[in-house]
């Protein structure tokens, strides 16, 4: 099983990136996903959440109104729309899956089994 995050890279303040997250060795349709990130020197955090059908999201109150998760199912990829960039969203952001079927969104890392490597997001001012 593996988690296969891309599309990170360098952006100016203001500026828009869009990640993806494509998951292999199994199906995640019916897992919640999620992405978090992690600045240097600062421990991990929670981005964004997506329910498994897609219907119900969760988002950071840093990142709320700027970001935008969402998943299709159908290519076992997830996206995030990560628009009107901060510096202070400098970061490497990782996806990951829970793997306990059809429960609820959740903000804590520890529900997450499966992890993707990371990519590297550098917003500069």
């Known amino acids: 099983v593996q988690l296969q995050a891309s599309g990170g890279g360098l952006v100016q303040s203001g500026g828009s990136l869009r990640l993806s997250c494509a998951a292999s060795g199994r199906t995640f349709s019916s897992n919640v996903m999620g992405w978090f990130r992690q600045a240097p020197g600062k421990e991990r955090e929670f981005v964004a959440a997506i329910s498994w059908g897609g219907r119900s999201t969760d988002y950071a109150d840093s990142v709320k109104g700027r970001f935008t998760i969402s998943r299709d199912n159908a290519k076992n990829t997830m996206y995030l729309q990560m628009n009107s960039l901060k510096p202070e969203d400098t970061a490497v952001y990782y996806c990951?899956?829970?793997?306990?079927?059809?429960?609820?969104?959740?903000?804590?890392?520890?529900?997450?089994?499966?992890w993707g490597q990371g990519t590297q997001v550098t917003v500069s001012s």
């Open positions: 990951a899956a829970d793997a306990i079927n059809y429960r609820g969104i959740t903000r804590s890392s520890a529900y997450y089994y499966h």
